[in-house]
């Protein structure tokens, strides 16, 4: 019976209820975790991109490490409409993306320093290992599903903020 009102309070109070009773914010309270994709681990955070006076939210994975960033979406063979992964590049840098061991098909969308789009290259074939470049130096590449960026009316010049 004691676990049923637990669990019971737990419902009404929400985290609350589940504290080690310290007060929210006070000291010794563990900060709240990011969220973390269940495929790779990755942080997932929201991304916004401002086109045609609109504002698109997307919450994508953050690829930091080289590792993270040459494994990227490899091998996935599913993504949400509004999911996608964020290539920080640091320093910025003139880059060129490929689709190896990438099943399904991207949008690649290149961020320059000013965090507006420089170029998009639409609807990149799986497999392909062409190079896919920046049409200048990036701060960070986002990847999206195929074909979202013109569904939705991203294009080169929108505002991207992360």
């Known amino acids: 019976m004691r676990l049923t009102a637990i669990f019971a309070a737990a419902l009404l109070l929400g985290p609350a209820a589940c504290s080690n009773g310290t ?3 006070a000291a010794g309270t563990a900060a709240p975790q990011p969220a973390v994709h269940p495929v790779s681990g990755l942080p997932v955070i929201a991304l916004m991109v401002e086109s045609g006076g609109k504002v698109r939210t997307f919450r994508v994975e953050v690829a930091r490490t080289a590792a993270e960033q040459e494994k990227g979406l490899m ?7 509004d999911e996608g992964m964020i290539f920080p590049e640091d320093p910025p840098r003139r880059a060129a ?7 399904i098909p991207l949008d690649i969308i290149f961020i320059g320093t000013d965090r507006r789009i420089l170029n998009i290259a639409a609807n990149a074939v799986p497999y392909d290992e062409t190079p896919l470049p920046s049409a200048g130096v990036a701060s960070a590449v986002l990847e999206l599903n195929g074909g979202r960026a ?3 009316g991203i294009k080169p010049g929108d505002r991207v903020t992360w």
């Open 23 to 25: 007060p929210e914010g």
């Open 75 to 81: 091998f996935r063979t599913e993504m949400g409409a």
């Open 97 to 103: 993306f490929w689709m190896r061991n990438t099943v």
């Open 150 to 152: 013109a569904q939705l």
